[in-house]
């Protein structure tokens, strides 16, 4: 079966909104829990570049027939991706770019056109990664809660990707971090990277997502930090 085939609709249209699961990762402590177990993993298999830690969450609905594909686009500050309910068959090859963990298995939940996502998804097809992702997020009970999405950089390292929701799509954005509103925003996704001697690890958000429309910011990005703290 095709990854496009066994994409499960009914799955992600059960996915809670961002601003609800924020909040149970932050009260249920799960969001320490994932980063503090599952860092070691990432760098052990050498994914820290290719592929991060997300809250599974809606923006909106797919209707049938319907897949979440991302695009990339040409924006007025760098590279944007688009992603909206489109109908198949499509033109042009195609790849997750986010996985879920359902019945202890990875779950295709969004997809890409993007080559970056081939080439991620290229090095999964060659590791036991996933197998370990998958048991390791149901046996600590976060599977219902965290997914595996593919990591995104901006072309320009001033800036870092702000998600923006709005007419039935979602727009990652290249934001200076200057100009961030930490305050309006949910924190939606973590990449890590081993620390410098190569013991432990470190997370940093790489993806954020509104929760309006608000065009208030001011803030500094955040700095890298130790899973746990």
Not at 30 to 51: I, P, Q, Y
Not at 58 to 78: I, K, M, N, R, Y
Request: aromatic fraction near 8%; glycine fraction near 6%; charged fraction near 20%.
């Amino acid at each position: 079966m095709s990854q496009l085939a066994s994409f499960d609709r009914s799955l992600y249209n059960s996915l809670p909104g961002v601003e609800e699961v924020d909040r149970l990762v932050r009260s249920s402590g799960k969001l320490e829990m994932a980063l503090a177990t599952l860092g070691s993993l990432f760098v052990r298999h050498n994914m820290c570049d290719k592929w991060g830690l997300s809250i599974l969450h809606s923006h909106w609905f797919v209707d049938a027939g319907q897949t979440p594909l991302q695009e990339a686009l040409a924006g007025p500050e760098g590279k944007e991706f688009v992603t909206m309910p489109r109908v198949g068959p499509f033109s042009q090859p195609v790849w997750p770019s986010l996985f879920a963990v359902a019945s202890g298995m990875l779950q295709p939940m969004e997809f890409s056109t993007d080559k970056v996502a081939q080439e991620a998804n290229a090095a999964l097809s060659e590791s036991s990664f996933l197998y370990e992702f998958a048991a390791t997020l149901t046996s600590l009970d976060l599977a219902t809660t965290f997914g595996l999405i593919l990591v995104r950089e901006p072309e320009d390292a001033t800036r870092e990707f702000v998600e923006f929701n709005r007419d039935g799509s979602s727009v990652l954005r290249p934001v200076l971090s200057t100009e961030v509103d930490r305050d309006s925003l949910v924190q939606t996704s973590w990449r890590f990277a081993p620390d410098a001697v190569g013991a432990s690890c470190q997370a940093s958000c790489f993806q954020t997502c509104t929760v309006s429309d608000s065009g208030h910011i001011k803030n500094p990005h955040q700095k890298l930090h130790r899973p746990g703290e």
